[in-house]
């Protein structure tokens, strides 16, 4: 699962990274304490800084929507 590259410009891969920064949130919230949920929140805000550098070279679409 860790062996692959993940791109930002596949709408596919967008889906995958999130997924996976659910499953970091809850192995942080389980080895560390606290809820999952503010992990998430951190991770997911990094992801949408991504999107939104990574996109400008594509569209604007999908800045906007992260």
């Keep these: 699962m860790f062996n ?19 499953c970091i949130a809850k192995d942080l919230a389980d080895s560390f304490g606290g809820r999952k949920a503010d992990y998430l929140i951190r991770l997911n805000r990094k992801l ?18 992260a």
């Design 4 to 22: 692959k590259v993940i791109q930002l410009n596949n709408k596919m891969s967008l889906r995958n990274k999130a997924r996976l920064n659910i």
């Design 48 to 65: 949408r800084m991504k999107i939104a550098i990574g996109s400008a070279n594509y569209t604007d679409c999908i800045a906007m929507a």
